[in-house]
């Protein structure tokens, strides 16, 4: 599986960006996805999950309300809509596939799969 993302760039605070995440081939077309981030300095972090077909979802508290994760089956792509963005939201953007089930859907070792990523900057 090939993870492509997309979307990143330089945006001001309050400002919005859309990122797309494409799965190359159907190997794990049907599961469930999420974006992580990494700032400067700082670990890398859950922003978002969203199951198969796309009926739940999961954020995290730093992003909620403010961040909308997606998916297109058909395309098997995922989307993270981000709005009001802020300086701290500044950090490079991965997609994930996961693969495992042993613990929470915010857990990054449930990941097996995983994208370049794309960075995102938020200028005050």
């Known amino acids: 599986v090939q993870l492509q993302a997309s979307g990143g760039g330089l945006v001001q605070t309050g400002g919005s960006l859309t990122l797309s995440c494409t799965a190359s081939g159907s190997t794990f077309s049907s599961s469930p996805r999420a974006w992580f981030r990494q700032g400067p300095g700082k670990e890398r972090e859950f922003v978002a999950a969203i199951s198969w077909p796309g009926t739940r979802t999961g954020y995290a508290p730093s992003v909620k309300g403010r961040f909308t994760i997606s998916r297109d089956n058909v395309k098997n792509t995922v989307y993270l809509q981000m709005n009001s963005l802020m300086p701290e939201d500044t950090a490079v953007y991965y997609c994930?596939?996961?693969?495992?089930?042993?613990?929470?859907?915010?857990?990054?070792?449930?990941?097996?799969?995983w994208g370049k990523g794309t960075l995102v900057t938020v200028s005050s």
């Open positions: 994930a596939v996961r693969t495992g089930y042993g613990g929470d859907y915010d857990d990054e070792l449930n990941y097996g799969h």
